[in-house]
Each structure stands twice: as C-alpha cells, then as structure tokens.
C-alpha cells in the first residue's frame, strides 16, 4: 500500500520556543517515525501548498480569518494562555491547512494507499471564530469541508487525549459530517459530553465518548466498537479522516490516558475498517509531546496500515472506563430520545 505524506510543514516557522510543548520538534520526531519504516521511495510526497481563503472560509468566519492575518503580520503575541502566534504563524497555519487538501487530491490521483499529514500548528481546536489549544485553523475540518462541499460524506474519528471541540462546533449541524471523538473526560477543554449529539439537521452524527484517566487501548477500541461502529455503518461514509493525536500515550506530559504505540496501531486497524474503498482514508497529526513515545507511536500507527510489522510496544488491557462505556451509551440515547420528543413537539406545534 501506498504511503502519501503531506508534509512535513511546520518546522521552520511558528515558533513558540523551546519551553512551549508544541514545538517544531514534534515534527522532527514525526519524521523519524515515518523513516523508520525504511519505505524509502515508496513515500509519496506531494506539493503542499497553502490553503486559499476560499477554502478556510468554508470552516472559519472572514472575520476571524482577517483578524488572524493581521493578529500576525502585526507581530502576535499570546491569544490566550496557551496558544500563540508569530509573524509567520499565518502562513505556518494556512500552509498546514493546505497539506490536508494536498493529501485529499494525492489520494485521489494514485487511487489507493493512505495519507498522512505531519503539520503544525495543529487544528481540531479551533472553531469557526476562535484559536485555542495550540491551534489557528481547523486543518482536518478544512478537508473534510472541501470534500462535503462537492456531495461526500465524511467521518472525522478523533482520538487524541483532548475532545475537539472546533471540529464538534464546526459540524455540529452538517448531515454530511459523522464526527467520532474518544477523549479523557473531565479534561481540557471541558467539552464532550456523551449528551453532546449533534444539531438538528445532524441529529445523531456526533458521538462523544467520554474515558476517565487511566483507560487503556482496549477500553478505546470497545468504546469505537460498542457506541460509535453502529451509527458509522449506517452513515457509510466516502471519506475516513482522523485527527491523529498521539497524547493519550501513557508516557505524554499532556493527558492522564494509559495507551501504547501498539494500542495506535490497533486503532488504526480498526478505523481503516472503516474506509469504504481504497485511498479514502487520512490521519492529521495533532497533539503528541513526548518526543520518543510520538516516534514510535507514528512508525507503528503507519506500519499497521501498511501490513509492517513495528509494534514497539503490544496493546495495553485492563484499565478503567468499562462502565464509562455503558453510562456514556445510554446517556447518548436518552439524549437522543429527548431531543426526537422535543423536535416532535415542535413540529406539532407549527
């Protein structure tokens, strides 16, 4: 199978020092990861250029989008206190953006092999009008836009440590966007809840699922089987994109979750099931701060979907969120009932 990287971006420009956990660094290590799959000119690497206005203003308001531009060009600064810009952080961003609608067009043009787009900042915070959480512009929501604005439908799978909030705002309300988030709960940023379940149009196509600190990879990949694989078949995506986060490692600075590099590559397995034919799947790197545990997590992620054998680590059991699964499954139904009897209601009313 073919591997498509788009990218790297990232690691020259949008510099928050060496003491900011998103640093260029992760990128680097990144890179190293993918290396070691000694795939040599079997890597695609195609043309990343940046993201026109057109294609961020699917997802970003033009307010946000000229507030941002200038927000840098005049030098920026902190936004909040964990997100930042540069001078150069608009084109670092808009670039990162564009390495997502490149891996969708390579994909394309080869008709098979799965993508990957190593970019910085990262995306699946930002919402329509607002940067946070180390991100300016929603790269994975980018793409997935771009595809649903000419009749596809995609499903987002974000299993990075954080709920993505940006992605689960920006769709909320969009039939052609199945959003699938596991994440650690209560946490940063204090969304996804399993009641979350989308708007009306969308009614059923977000499912939030919830984990306490300390699950493991097979608390994950029961919670995808058992609450989010039911409603995915029916929604039978043309598109699978994941925001690939690595900082539910047991050994990152950033999440208190307890998976292995091999727990990744079992996910991705799984998720790829998901892929209704080839060259219709992408990951998007996200978080992921321990240099060592994000290389070895990327070379076993990208090796399980090419049929390599990489694992550096095997996949971890028996940790807590069992009965997260079941509480989060049934508050999702009782969500979903009360807001079917509430739009019915209103139906009725009119």
């Known amino acids: 199978m073919k591997l498509i990287v788009a990218g790297p971006t990232g690691t020259a420009q949008h510099d ?35 993201a026109e206005l057109s294609d961020l203003a699917r997802v970003h308001s033009t307010a946000y989008l000229t507030e941002l531009e200038a927000f840098c060009a005049k030098g920026g600064g902190d936004i909040d206190p964990d997100t930042f810009a540069r001078p150069d952080s608009w084109n670092a961003a808009r670039r990162a953006a564009g390495a997502g609608l490149a891996a969708i067009a390579s994909l394309e043009e ?169 060259g219709r799947l992408a990951l998007f790197l996200e978080g992921g701060y321990n240099q060592i545990a994000l290389q070895i997590s990327v070379t076993d992620t990208l090796g399980a979907l090419l049929g390599l054998q990489t694992h550096h680590s095997p996949p971890t059991y028996g940790g807590p969120g069992m009965n997260a699964i079941r509480s989060s499954l049934s508050d999702r139904h009782r969500a979903l009932e009360q807001m079917h009897a509430t739009m019915s209601s209103v139906k009725g009313e009119g």
Request: aromatic share 8%; with cysteine.
């Open 16 to 50: 928050g020092g060496t003491f900011h956990p998103e640093q260029q660094s992760r990128i680097f290590s990144v890179m190293d990861g993918i290396r070691a799959l000694s795939l040599e000119d079997e890597v695609v690497y195609p043309l990343t250029p940046s």
């Open 110 to 278: 080869h008709g098979e092999g799965v993508a990957f787009v190593p970019v910085r900042p990262p995306g699946h915070h930002a919402e329509r009008d607002r940067a946070m959480g180390f991100c300016l512009l929603n790269n994975v929501a980018v793409a997935a836009a771009s595809l649903t604005a000419r009749g596809e439908r995609v499903l987002i799978v974000d299993w990075d440590v954080h709920h993505g909030n940006g992605t689960q705002s920006i769709f909320w309300d969009d039939p052609d966007v199945l959003y699938v988030s596991t994440h650690q709960y209560p946490f940063f940023p204090g969304t996804g809840r399993a009641t979350e379940v989308g708007g009306p149009k969308a009614l059923g196509l977000t499912v939030n699922i919830p984990l306490p600190a300390g699950a493991t990879g097979d608390v994950v990949r029961t919670a995808i089987d058992h609450v989010a694989r039911p409603t995915i078949e029916e929604f039978s995506p043309d598109w699978v994109l994941v925001s690939c986060g690595f900082d539910a490692h047991q050994a990152d600075p950033m999440g208190d979750l307890a998976l292995s590099s091999g727990d990744f590559a079992e996910l991705a397995r799984m998720v790829s099931e998901f892929s209704p034919r080839p």
